[in-house]
């Protein structure tokens, strides 16, 4: 099935690396180069999705000027010849139909996504949370998108979670089909004892959902922490007609967590033809007054 429209709710205020975040949005913390949402929204290009809509909050312009066309900066490029630099500003203005709303209220992530209504209107679509970059051969959402539909309405990216820190995730009852797809029945937000636990297989970062999430969501009653959780929206699905959860081939980071964000900055940057070199030699230097 073609998926053409994507959802980047991108309105947390990511008060778990705080102080950084009081002014810059977690979402635009650099990758070496290039900002997380940048690394996001490619993904989403290269799985086909041509219109992705980016919900923020107050405070998050600096997400809207990233993506949006750059003339000074641009005319000073090509004054000064620096046309490789050129191409890659202006490329990031080209690479989708990006369109921005705001969530005034934060109500959780359900509610974030519930403001999506009018723009993805009757087809199925990708939500990709924004402070999630995953790095893999095919892209994550991609690998989502051609299981969709396959075993249920909608499917979830998942990956394993440590026992001790399934209470800070959602837990699925999922049963395997073959190879890394598996049908899901049942998903449990933020477990709280060990009884809640339906399994160690947590949702992260991905999904591909059909447009009745909407309907559902109207009437999802605020749920963990008192937030309207996408979760137990997408649990009505699972219970009644399935979901499918895929494994996903890749290396996730969390962007919104201090390790995952050095994570980042050293594992991406071990692969980065401009930094791979110099980095490989400086981390064996420190290895040696570890």
Known sequence: MKITKAVIPAAGLGTRVLPATKNMPKE???I???PTIQYIVEEAVAAGITDILIIT??????IEDHFDASPELEAQLEKSGKTEFLETVREISNLANITFIRQKEMKGLGHAVLKAKSFVGNEPFAVMYGDGVIVSKTPAIKQLIDCYGEYGEGVVGVKLVPEQDIHKYGSLKVENLHD???KCTDMKEKPQTKDEVLSLYSILDRCVLPAEIFEILERTKPGAGG???LTDAMREIAVTKGMTAVEFEGKRYDMGNKFGILQAQIEVGLEHPETKDQLREYIKEIAKTL
């Not at 909050?57 to 600096?62: A, E, P, Y």
């Open 57 to 62: 909050n107050r405070g998050k312009g600096l």
């Open 180 to 182: 890394n797809v598996f």
């Open 32 to 34: 070496v180069d290039k």
């Open 28 to 30: 635009m913390f650099p």
């Open 227 to 229: 937030e309207i959780q």
